[in-house]
T-cell receptor, first 112, second 114 residues
């Protein structure tokens, strides 16, 4: 059974650019959540997708957006990048809403 | 609203001695509580979870935690530390089940010395 995978592992962007991060959920999982982990902090919930619909959002501005595809893989898009967006972005999938979340290794984004 | 407070940002123990990582929670409803571990350059791994069953929860690698509602605590313990336990540990609270929004603490860095 393949676990949660994320791509790319590392990414460097400049302020004002746009970025897309990708996540493949664990086999059979229909729910995907995204978290931002700044250096030295705990992860912060960005949003969750369930069967291709956004199902809950944390305190992040609209320039953070997402998609979930019919195969339950997901994308996180961030527009107009700011220096404070530099962080580890974690994706987690679960078998269904209300079930345990399994995390991927993350994408390290650096904004210069 | 829900939150967790990890009372120590750094804990240092000697190999073979007990580990205690402290966590207090706040929740307006019956919470689910978790401990996750994060090794450098690796994803978060679930150590154990409490979801309103037995208050003493046993997890992987010899870790356990006790849910104490009267003290709003969920401290993580291990009788004997191993070098491989050195990592960042996060206490996490969620609505029942854990599949919804997870609220993380700020983490405790555990150092294990020879």
């Amino acid at each position: 059974e393949t676990g949660v995978t994320q791509s790319p592992t590392h990414l460097i962007k400049t302020r004002g650019q746009q970025v897309t991060l990708r996540c493949s959920s664990q086999s059979g999982h229909n729910t995907v959540s995204w978290y931002q982990q700044a250096l030295g902090q705990g992860p912060q919930f960005i949003f969750q997708y369930y069967r291709e619909e956004e199902n809950g959002r944390g305190n992040f501005p609209p320039r953070f957006s997402g998609l979930q595809f019919p195969n339950y893989s997901s994308e996180l898009n961030v527009n107009a990048l700011e220096l404070d967006d530099s962080a580890l972005y974690l994706c987690a999938s679960s078998l269904a809403q209300g079930r345990e979340q399994f995390f991927g290794p993350g994408t390290r984004l650096t904004v210069l | 609203a829900q939150s967790v407070t990890q009372l120590d940002s750094h804990v240092s123990v000697s190999e073979g001695t007990p580990v205690l990582l402290r966590c207090n929670y706040s929740s307006s409803y019956s919470p689910s509580l978790f401990w996750y571990v994060q090794h450098p350059n690796k994803g978060l791994q679930l150590l154990l979870k409490y979801t309103s069953a037995a208050t003493l929860v046993k997890g992987i690698n010899g870790f356990e935690a006790e849910f104490k509602k009267s003290e709003t605590s969920f401290h993580l313990t291990k009788p004997s530390a191993h070098m491989s336990d050195a990592a960042e540990y996060f206490c996490v609270v969620s609505a029942a089940g854990g599949g919804n929004k997870l609220t993380f603490g700020t983490g405790t860095q555990l150092k294990v010395e020879l």
